[in-house]
């Protein structure tokens, strides 16, 4: 019977130990810790230190993308198969890399401080930008780099928020204030509360939270995994294309665009006529949708030609109003509404206020 | 177990054979099964196939103007050492587990099957080192289809699609060196990733006397693998399902190489194998011939 005994030690232990270590590998980092204990800090001065960070220090992270929007919102960087969605470099002087995995490509964009390249792993393609023009070409990919995100937000919404500190955390194994915001009592939102992770040294935010009403997870969530400071390795910012890649080039001014190019560019953006109605949490986005996005059918990517309209009836609710009738497509985080007349209006507030924005036009 | 005391008792001289002879002769046994013979050259045209087809499809798309494929495959196109690295990454979708199952089921159920797993108890030789050799032949036959996959798909890659260096995913290129170092990676990785399904093969394989159960089983583990991280409600589950670090080996043609991802596969590999060699010794151990 010895021989038994030993076997079930043998089993158990062997079994115990692999089990132990699959849920090891299973918990997120910190998770469980004490936070930690950091000198008080009153909100206003965080948010003062917060805005007045403007230089990134040489660094390297992994951020990750999380959502739980509701319905499926295409452009948003995907998370990978690793949970990585993007992998940021700097050195601290104007250099960066930032690798954007989408599913099984892989977007870089290299800034060596003259040039930016941007390379897309799905067709081999290498844009080349000389400086200058990168700022708003990149704009896109601001969603990647939390720190951006979250700064120009408390930026933006600090005056119609109560903000406050909800104490310490821990955000890729660094120690952070907890800085909340919530709407103003007035404020006529979708949204409870935006947290936003600040590093207790460096004065970045590694993490934002966005948390809509009635929901315990948070709706979007972008935010650091892995955060170190340090000198990078410089070949990080440097970037030669590959053999047999792409590569087309653009200066500042280079390109000349056609003159009914611009026209077209103009129509549109006449035909759309946005504006915004409110401010802070309540900004609602009105505008015109073009007709013939409405009516026509249009090419949309690579997966042939949608019809909106139809994508309106699939997602949409059919409701009627002052404003005639139309189609509401509501998200935990915000709602649109495009009325059959071709009007619109987008924003992080419930049904009722996109009426009365369209009301006020 | 009443056998093995009596073998121990008349030749107490002979109580160990040398280790050495055991290995070899596990692997000379192993490597001349037919089976085995012939399913290792069918692996190991894998990337040859892969490549030709490739190959075809870069030269109808030329024509067209379209890229080949979305992804890995898309890269592999004129640029022959990732050849490899895609053939693998294809590889262990099914047919690099179903070989590790084979061996598996050929190493303990087969021989129960065939009736020579009672004299292999008999022999002068303890019940783990039994195992030890065992998994040895099965790890080391592994490795060895892992590499020869890497080696056709090396030389079939850069006969057929050419390139010097490795364009990575990451829109840089690697020089030769460096490139054959994330072959070799790539070897280790998914050589580990299949030792570690072979490990729960084998553990279902010393419970059982039909080598095919333990295929099936061991198929049905990377099935339901495959099903339940593909369920978004159970994305919680991910971090423990072997399949999880699979579809996370194609993060070695990145650049810089995203080491968290990769280590992290290895131990949830690490775990497994635990967890299976365990439960192969423990019924070992009270086995009882």
């Not at chain 1, 990919?141 to 119609?160: N, Q, S, V, W, Y």
């Not at chain 1, 549109?268 to 409405?294: H, M, Q, R």
């Not at chain 2, 890659?157 to 260096?165: A, K, M, N, S, W």
């Amino acid at each position: 019977m010895d021989r038994k005994r030993t076997a079930l030690t043998v089993a158990a232990a062997g079994t115990a130990t692999g089990v132990v270590g699959l849920i090891l590998l299973a918990t997120p980092a910190g998770a469980g810790e004490q936070p930690p204990a950091l000198p008080e800090i009153s909100p206003e001065a965080l948010v003062e230190s917060v805005i007045k960070t403007e230089k990134i220090p040489a660094m390297s992270g992994a951020v990750e993308f999380t959502s739980d929007l509701g319905i499926p919102v295409p452009g948003l960087p995907q998370a990978g198969s690793g949970g990585e969605a993007a992998h940021v470099y700097t050195d601290g002087e104007g250099r960066a890399r930032v690798s954007i995995s989408q599913g099984g490509s892989e977007r870089t964009i290299v800034h060596d401080g003259t040039t930016t390249w941007m390379w897309n792993s799905a067709d081999r393609s290498v844009q080349k930008m000389v400086s200058g023009e990168h700022e708003k070409k990149t704009a896109e990919h601001k969603l990647a780099d939390p720190a951006t995100a979250a700064r120009e937000f408390i930026g933006l919404m600090g005056k119609d928020s109560t903000i406050t500190v909800d104490g310490t955390a821990r955000v890729a194994d660094r120690p952070v204030y907890q800085l909340v915001l919530t709407p103003k009592p007035t404020e006529r939102t979708l949204l409870r509360e935006v947290r936003v992770a600040v590093d207790s040294e460096t004065r970045l935010p590694l993490r934002l939270e966005v948390l809509a009403n009635g929901q315990a997870e948070p709706a979007l969530r972008i935010g650091f995994t892995d955060f170190e400071t340090g000198a990078q390795d410089a070949s990080l910012f440097t970037y030669t294309p590959p053999a047999g890649a792409k590569v087309t080039e653009s200066k500042p001014g280079d390109h000349k665009p056609s003159e009914a190019e611009l026209k077209e560019k103009q129509n549109l953006f006449e035909s759309i006529d946005g504006k915004t109605v409110g401010e802070g949490w309540d900004t609602v986005l009105v505008g015109k949708v073009p007709a013939e996005l409405l009516t026509g059918e249009v090419k949309s990517g690579e997966r042939g030609t949608t019809d909106p309209s139809r994508l309106l009836k699939q997602f949409g609710k059919e409701v009627s109003g002052p404003f005639g009738t139309g189609y509401v497509i509501s998200s935990k985080v915000g709602t649109l509404l495009v009325t059959a007349d071709g009007r619109a209006a987008l924003g992080a507030v419930p049904q009722q206020v996109l009426v009365d924005a369209l009301g006020a036009k | 177990m009443t056998a093995m005391t009596l073998g121990e008792i008349q030749r107490p001289d002979a109580r160990r054979a040398p280790l050495g002879r055991l290995l070899r002769s596990e692997l000379r046994m192993v490597l001349r099964r037919p089976r085995t013979l012939i399913l290792v050259g069918l692996l190991a045209l894998v990337p040859v196939i892969a490549g030709i087809g490739i190959w075809i499809a870069a030269d109808a798309s030329a024509n067209s103007g379209n890229s080949v494929d979305e992804g890995l495959a898309g890269l592999v196109d004129g640029n022959g050492l990732l050849l490899p690295v895609f053939a693998l990454v294809i590889g262990l979708n099914m047919l690099l587990p179903l070989t590790g199952a084979m061996l598996a089921a050929d190493a303990l159920a087969g021989e129960a099957a065939s009736g020579t797993m009672r004299t292999l108890l008999l022999a002068p030789v303890s019940r783990s080192r039994l195992l030890a050799v065992k998994a040895f032949g099965v790890a080391t036959v592994t490795l060895f289809v892992v590499a020869l996959m890497a080696f056709t798909g090396t030389i079939a890659g850069v006969i057929l699609l050419g390139g010097d260096g490795m364009m990575t995913m990451s829109g840089t290129t690697l020089p030769l060196g460096e490139a054959l170092g994330r072959i070799l990676l790539t070897v280790l990785l998914v050589t580990v990733q299949v030792w570690a399904l072979a490990a729960v093969a084998l553990a279902v394989s010393a419970w059982t006397e039909h080598p095919l159960i333990v295929v099936v089983v061991a198929l049905g583990v990377v099935i339901l693998s495959g099903v339940l991280s593909a369920i978004p409600a159970l994305d919680w589950l991910d971090p423990v399902l072997m399949t999880t670090s699979w579809m996370g080996i194609p993060e070695v043609i990145r650049d810089p190489l995203p080491t968290g991802t990769l280590t992290e596969g290895v131990l949830r590999a690490a775990c497994y194998i635990v967890i299976g060699y365990s439960l192969a010794l423990s019924r070992m151990l009270s086995r009882d011939g």
